[in-house]
């Protein structure tokens, strides 16, 4: 067989062909059939598929991840707000620590003084999703600046938690009421970020269980809450 820059070496189809082949044309029968019912395929056709298929999704979401990013970098007031104000606290956020990446676990970004920000390609489903979670993730850099916050204990991270949900546009009441059914919207934005932040403080290693977390939270709330800097009010 003629050496094909394929993903898939078993075919002698060209890589395009392969990888994608045209609703209903023979290719795709054999390949929707295969694939769905295992019928002839061998394992390592099957480990192989697998696979190629992975990688094609990583590199669907990570360049869609990348280009939501680009645009909110430009555009997005919110985070160009945020931006400036690590900048302002001497930090240096920017595409080299801003990186879209897979993540295993059930989480949207991640924050880590160490290495930047984490936002989770294969979790964000879109734009406004990825401009809440950099917003959330923005929040953190910027109290770890200014604040001189301890990660390793409950209550800062609490804390934390609690201002990120509350500023990052998180639990306006729209994104809430279309993507969770949510409708009540009367003192739904406190509801909204105490319950992010007592999902994102179970998550501690220092937290016992759901009551923990809750009861941190509670203790927290009303002056995390009340502490709107860098914004001289909730946003939106
Ligand atoms: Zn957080």
């Not at 394929?6 to 029968?29: L, N, Q």
């Not at 923005?138 to 938690?161: G, I, K, P, S």
């Not at 105490?194 to 501690?204: D, F, K, P, W, Y």
């Amino acid at each position: 067989m003629a050496a094909t820059p394929s993903i898939t070496p078993e075919t002698s189809a060209p890589a395009v062909e392969a990888t994608k082949p045209t609703t209903g044309s023979g290719e795709w029968w054999r390949q929707t059939f295969a694939y769905t019912t295992g019928m002839g395929m061998t394992e390592a056709e099957r480990a192989n598929f697998e696979a190629t298929r992975l990688q094609q999704r990583r590199e669907r979401e990570c360049a869609k991840c990348e280009k939501n990013l680009d645009y909110l970098l430009k555009f997005s007031p919110i985070i160009r707000f945020m931006l400036e104000n690590v900048r302002s606290a001497n930090g240096q956020l920017d595409k080299s620590n801003i990186r879209c990446l897979p993540c295993d676990q059930f989480q949207s970004g991640g924050f880590s003084p160490k290495y930047g920000i984490l936002l989770c390609q294969n979790q964000l489903r879109d734009r406004g999703h990825l401009e809440d979670t950099l917003a959330h993730e923005l929040v953190h850099a910027y109290d770890h600046l200014r604040f001189d916050v301890d990660w390793q204990d409950l209550r800062h991270h609490a804390t934390a938690e609690v201002r990120a949900s509350s500023l990052s546009g998180e639990c306006r009441w729209t994104r809430e009421a279309f993507t969770r059914g949510v409708w009540d919207f009367t003192a739904h934005h406190q509801e909204c970020v105490r319950r992010r932040a007592a999902l994102s403080v179970r998550a501690h290693p220092k937290c016992k269980d759901d009551e923990h977390a809750v009861r941190v939270v509670n203790e927290v709330f009303d002056s995390a809450f009340a502490d709107t800097r860098p914004f001289r009010e909730i946003y939106r």
